[in-house]
């Protein structure tokens, strides 16, 4: 009787695409997996033309640090993998943590070379607000972030619907913290009575306050 086992790994040798293949028994085996909720527990390894930044990241690493990292996944290689979403309108991968390691293989030409153009990925499926709550979980795990754009991201959050206490419950971050952000965009720089106004408005919140007041004044009348 054939070994199954065997016969995978002899169907995966004879093929034209093996990387089509190997992924192909990975997610037959991811499938099967006690931990299948765990996304490392399914790792891919990608063209790294198929991977794409994000245009919110508010880390940011020194140079030092960087040609650290390198050294790091130079003798060590990739111990972790990039996060990303799937956007398959683009047909490209978007990480959503990670983007100095896909940074290493982008700007090494060994690192590349020594993994065939490829770099290892796992996916998660969220939506924009839940996608930048994951990087700044991660970011602010590893002790750093960019205020600025901390600063800005929280703005994009509070645009796109969640309230104070999303954030502050999503981001482990403290109200006081919170309010620091806010003005630094440069919104909450309103005064009453000689104090910072500690509430303020997106232009979705004005546009549905301003919609209730009119709607309210139409009862009335």
């Not at 790994?9 to 004879?14: G, L, V």
């Not at 909720?37 to 790792?43: A, F, G, K, T, W």
């Not at 943590?97 to 020594?114: A, E, M, N």
């Not at 009453?192 to 309210?216: H, L, P």
Request: charged letters at 30%.
């Amino acid at each position: 009787m054939a070994n199954p086992l065997n016969e995978l790994i002899k169907e995966i040798k004879s093929s034209k695409d093996r990387l089509s293949a190997i992924s192909k028994a990975r997610a037959a085996l991811h499938r099967l997996s006690l931990t299948k909720s765990q996304p490392v527990d399914h790792v891919l390894w990608v063209p790294i033309e198929e991977v794409e930044p994000n245009d919110y990241n508010p880390n940011s690493v020194a140079k030092q640090e960087m040609r650290l990292l390198y050294w790091s996944i130079l003798h060590d290689g990739y111990t972790q993998p990039i996060v990303t979403i799937r956007d398959e309108a683009r047909d490209r991968y978007i990480i959503v943590d990670g983007f100095h390691r896909y940074y290493v293989s982008k700007t090494f030409p060994d690192i590349l070379k020594q993994n065939s153009g490829l770099i290892p990925i796992v996916v998660i499926d969220k939506g924009i607000n839940d996608r930048m709550a994951s990087t700044v979980r991660h970011n602010r795990a590893r002790g750093r972030h960019s205020i600025d754009g901390m600063a800005s991201m929280v703005f994009q959050m509070l645009e796109n619907g969640w309230d104070d206490a999303d954030i502050c419950n999503e981001l482990g971050m403290e109200a006081e913290e919170l309010v620091r952000l806010k003005h630094i965009t440069g919104f909450s720089r309103l005064f009453e009575d000689a104090e910072y106004r500690r509430a303020w408005m997106t232009n979705r919140q004005i546009v549905v306050r301003t919609a209730y007041r009119e709607e309210s004044a139409q009862g009335g009348g």
